[in-house]
């Protein structure tokens, strides 16, 4: 079966600019979590969602960011008035239970370059 | 807030020698995670660790889980080629969230 995709692979975008990121889980994953990969550095928690709702937002580094999963299944990771410090690669995984118990499924991410 | 420390940073080996990455949470955990990130890539799962003092081996690689649950180490014995990646460790305080930490970047001279 078909594993997490996200689109696009590759953003740029000018500093100001919104950006939206999608992503699709493996088909019947309850969680689904964001996460921001600096180079070098591990993924840092961003969001979680069990199925629609979203249970955890604490990682958001501003209220610039927002993200939704309104049918409880594809999700959009969305960036406002993006800024330098936002490039990074942005994850998203997937769990077919709820919470952190359980091994999560990366996709492959988007890679945001804001210049 | 918890923080998971991890060394070595960067490791560089000759084929065939060993190699060990620790992990360090500043909190109790319930559960830790390993994931494997190739160059280029991203992290895919390679084990769960739950009970204190866990011991779990997958062919040449061998996990722990400290008895206080603080603190895991992943051992690969007689490295190969294709072990070349970032190793990282994933702590779970009991909350929905894993906590990774900064990763080990192994490199191995063939």
């Known amino acids: 079966g078909a594993g997490v995709s996200q689109s696009p692979r590759y953003k740029v975008a000018k500093r100001g600019q919104d950006v939206a990121l999608r992503c699709d889980p493996i088909s019947g994953h309850v969680s689904l979590f964001w996460y921001q990969q600096a180079l070098g550095q591990g993924p840092e928690f961003l969001t979680y969602f069990q199925n629609e709702a979203q249970l955890d937002k604490s990682g958001l580094p501003s209220d610039r960011f927002f993200a939704e999963r309104p049918e409880g299944s594809v999700s959009t990771l969305k960036i406002q008035r993006t800024q330098q410090e936002d490039s990074a690669v942005y994850l998203c995984?997937?769990?077919?239970?709820?919470?952190?118990?359980?091994?999560?499924?990366f996709g492959p991410g988007t890679r945001l370059t804001v210049t | 807030g918890q923080q998971v420390m991890q060394i070595p940073q960067y490791q560089h080996v000759q084929e065939g020698e060993d190699f060990t990455t620790y992990c360090n949470s500043s909190?109790?955990?319930?559960?830790i995670q390993w994931y494997k990130q190739r160059p280029g890539g991203h992290p895919v799962f390679l084990i769960q660790l739950v009970k204190s003092g866990e011991v779990k081996k997958q062919k040449r690689l061998t996990f722990q889980f400290g008895e206080a649950k603080k603190n895991s180490s992943l051992h690969i014995t007689a490295t190969q080629t294709t072990d070349v990646g970032t190793y990282f460790c994933?702590?779970?305080?009991?909350?929905?969230?894993?906590?990774f930490g900064q990763g080990t970047r192994l490199t191995i001279n063939p």
């Open positions: 995984a997937s769990s077919p239970t709820d919470g952190g118990s359980y091994e999560q499924y």
């Open positions: 994933a702590g779970n305080g009991g909350a929905q969230k894993l906590v």
């Open positions: 909190t109790t955990l319930s559960n």
